[in-house]
């Protein structure tokens, strides 16, 4: 599933809102904006958050970024603890902007996996969540 970031979020109705937008929908059809490394401080925040993500589904996608599009992605973090990703979003609540960011939970692979970088409004709004 694709959605140009920072485009109105309308992918699950109970989740639409004039001031939700979204980040991280990538799809291996569309370019997205790549850093020179992966952004491994916002995805460890995010990590934090997992408990907090919504729009939980009983299925879940698969990365097609990646060479292996049938295997569902993981992330095992240091403490040795495996996440199942694909199956839910996060939602990012800007102070400066006002914007809410409706983030599929498989950022943290493309973050990490694929080099993404989100626009600065989006890490700006994950930075000052570890500052709160």
Not at 15 to 43: F, H, Q, R, T
Not at 45 to 72: K, M, Q, V, Y
Not at 75 to 102: M, P, Q, V, W
Request: include cysteine.
């Amino acid at each position: 599933m694709y959605y140009k970031d920072l485009t109105s979020y309308e992918y699950h109705e109970s989740g639409i809102g004039k001031n939700i937008v979204n980040i991280g929908w990538l799809n291996k059809d569309n370019n997205y904006i790549k850093s020179s490394k992966p952004n491994v401080e916002v995805a460890k925040i995010l990590i934090t958050l997992w408990d907090d993500r919504t729009l939980r589904t009983r299925g879940f996608h698969i990365c097609n970024l990646c060479e292996n599009e049938s295997a569902p992605t993981y992330f095992d973090d240091i403490n040795g603890k495996s996440y199942l990703l694909g199956s839910a979003e996060f939602r990012i609540h800007s102070t400066r902007s006002n914007l809410i960011f409706a983030v599929p939970d498989m950022i943290i692979h493309y973050l990490l996996d694929h080099n993404y970088q989100p626009p600065s409004e989006f890490v700006d709004a994950v930075l000052e969540l570890k500052n709160s």
